[in-house]
């Protein structure tokens, strides 16, 4: 068993900017599983290169308490809450190229637990391997501790898309796309004064707090609309 430590920095979570990009929604707990076994995977520093894995990830009760800082039972329940969740949950992808706009896949095709030992194997989608993998060579990198102590969901997937753009230091985005991407809810569809109080400012406000990036935005008008978000990205790790 690999343990993995809280604060250590060997935690590199590795993904495709595919998967930042699609449409999905987990809950922390479920997120939280999604990182672990992310962060399994073997790559340069540079993104550049990533060992190949056939789908196939181990979950231990154990790393989720050392990393989350819960108790025994907590991880426990929490992992088993997670797995549970992502195996009857999907992804949506948006390719820009080829005949469909939209491809919609579940995220496993099996799990299996040793519960006595609080250990569970997970086999991802194949058709989802090289997404995960990064085999486009773009990535999205972070480290687990990093955000360890972000507790909603949906600022942890601002923050992976934030990460995506912390080299080029701006991203620019529309509202819808936060909606579509995010599964926001209705009260923030079409109210962008909703979405920047109870997601954008606390989110922001989370996220300058708790991990190395430092956040501002502001917006661009269409009509009478807000039709972009600029983003504004300092990470304090490398500045």
């Known amino acids: 068993m690999n343990k993995l430590a809280k604060n250590n920095k060997k935690n590199l979570v590795t993904q495709s900017n595919e998967i930042s990009e699609a449409a999905y929604y987990l809950s922390l707990k479920a997120k939280r599983v999604l990182w672990m076994c992310f962060s399994q995977l073997k790559s340069s520093e540079d993104g550049e290169s990533a060992e190949f894995t056939n789908g196939e990830f181990f979950v231990y009760v154990s790393d989720y308490q050392n990393l989350f800082g819960v108790s025994t039972q907590t991880a426990s329940t929490d992992v088993k809450a997670g797995l549970n969740e992502i195996s009857t949950s999907s992804v949506k992808f948006y390719p820009k190229d080829g005949e469909y706009e939209e491809i919609e896949r579940p995220w496993l095709i099996e799990k299996a637990a040793k519960r006595g030992r609080g250990a569970y194997r997970v086999d991802f989608n194949p058709r989802l391997v090289p997404y995960i993998v990064g085999l486009t060579q773009q990535f999205t990198m972070f480290y687990l501790h990093e955000c360890g102590r972000i507790n909603n969901s949906r600022t942890i997937r601002l923050y992976e898309n934030l990460c995506q753009w912390r080299s080029s230091g701006v991203w620019l985005v529309t509202p819808q796309w936060l909606v579509d991407r995010y599964k926001l ?16 400012e606390p989110a922001i406000k989370r996220i300058n707090k708790e991990t190395p990036l430092k956040v501002s935005y502001e917006t661009q ?4 609309k807000v039709d972009k978000i600029l983003f504004s990205i300092i990470d304090s790790a490398i500045s």
């Open 221 to 224: 008008n269409g009509g009478n």
């Open 185 to 200: 809810p209705d009260s923030q569809k079409d109210n962008f004064a909703e979405m920047k109080r109870s997601f954008l």
